[in-house]
């Protein structure tokens, strides 16, 4: 550059100072010409040329300065560019899932509505057949009355105690009958319901959204049905159930397994008897290998999910309806994937639904750090029903559990993780639980279990 520069200024100071010297050609006798320029023109030229060197060399280190940073921006956007493709590339996983879950929850609704369909036929053949009944019913009785009337010193006949006798426990069974259709015909209502629930909600995360929509959007994990699959019953008398595992445990069975009980004021359920030395406890809770999702609604904790010889959750209403008949303890048992056991007790209460099952817990033993905020009212959430002062908990995490003021990083009905320990996010999303002390637990399995505090007088 410096080279084009000089080449191209020089001809302008020779051909300058040529016509000088032809301008005096005129006036001045001829003398000989000079042929190189005049040390003044070539001094001033020199004293250009540096200072034209001086700016340059300025405006090029600056220009190398403005290009450094150029190249280090350009650096930064390349790595974020990299890291958007690879959470692109996620998304669109996370959003094939979700594709064939709503495939398959479409085929699922199609079934519990042929399902529907047919328990109101048979629903609707049952009401018939009982009306029919009941009139055959007035019937025989208005001629029994009239028989009676009118021969009241004849003893009843045999033949018609006995027809009575059949009628009377026909009635009963198509009552117990319709008992049982009306609440299976409840549930898989209830379930179409939450099938349909969970479809728009899949839609409105935005399947057909861009990846951009899509990175601040959380997919929920498909949801199961609320009913708890129970296998095997143990042999318990129905004209006397007992209200919890303590009370069968003291009437002789010390057998770990699922047994009915009926608490106060309240309807007939299964539950799983966790039987150790000398008591019986009630499981509410179990986690042990991933096997059930829950991440579920308000609704499917509240009346319980999964499966009582497997993973499950036993409800928040069966779990109230147990603790308001008299002081309980509740035990939560942890074990690491090294295979060391924990456990801590709480004496405890719990309110109802219009309290978002409020838990005030007080620690009695245990030999874990406690994580969980002692003497204060923590109210239950998840992801679809946020209590009140718990709206800005972040939508990582997942699975319904009990919060105060803030959202904490103890959580055991979180997603299952493995053993191999992801992100700290992950972590915060899956089972954990970190004490005051800042330790947090990797947890493999876990266990809640209740029973009465007096349970060494329970009858």
Known sequence: MYIKLLL?????????????????????????????????DVKILANGLLQLGHGLKDFVHKTKGQINDIFQKLNIFDQSFYDLS???????????????TTSRLQVKNEEVKNMSLELNSKLESLLEEKILLQQKVRYLEDQLTNLIKNQPEIQEHPEI???KTFVEQQDNSIKDLLQIVEEQYRQLNQQHSQIKEIENQL?????????????????????TTPSL???????????????????IYNRGEHTSGIYSIRPSNSQVFN??????????????????????????????????????????????EKIYSLVKQSKYILRIELEDWKDNKHYIEYSFHLGDHETNYTLH??????????????????????????????????ESNSGGWWCHDVCGENNLNGKYNKPKAKTKPERRRGIC???????????????????????????
């Open 8 to 40: 191209f200024i020089a001809p302008l100071v020779i051909s300058s100072r040529i016509d000088q010297d032809y301008s005096s050609f005129d006036s001045v006798s001829p003398e000989p010409k000079s042929r190189f320029a005049m040390l003044d």
């Open 86 to 100: 690879l959470q692109t590339n996620e998304i669109k996983e996370e959003e094939k899932e979700l594709r064939r």
């Open 161 to 163: 105690t006995s027809l």
């Open 203 to 223: 839609r409105r995360t935005g399947v057909q959204e861009s990846t951009e929509n899509s990175l601040s959007s959380k997919p929920r994990a498909p949801r």
């Open 229 to 247: 699959h129970l296998n095997e019953t143990k042999n318990v008398e129905h004209d006397d159930i007992p209200a919890d595992c303590t009370i």
């Open 271 to 316: 539950v799983y008897c966790d039987v150790t030395s000398g008591s019986s406890w009630t499981l509410i809770q179990h986690r042990i290998d991933g096997s059930q999702n829950f991440n579920e609604t308000w609704e499917n904790y509240k009346y319980g999910f999964g499966r009582l010889d497997g993973e499950f959750w036993l409800g928040l």
């Open 361 to 394: 817990l007080v620690e009695i033993a245990g030999n874990v750090p406690n994580a969980l905020p002692e003497h204060k009212d923590l109210m239950f959430s998840t992801w679809d029903h946020k209590a009140k002062g718990h709206f800005n908990c972040p």
């Open 433 to 459: 639980w970190k004490s005051q002390n800042g330790r947090l637990y990797s947890i493999k399995s876990t266990k809640m279990l209740i029973r009465p505090t007096d349970s060494e007088n329970s009858e």
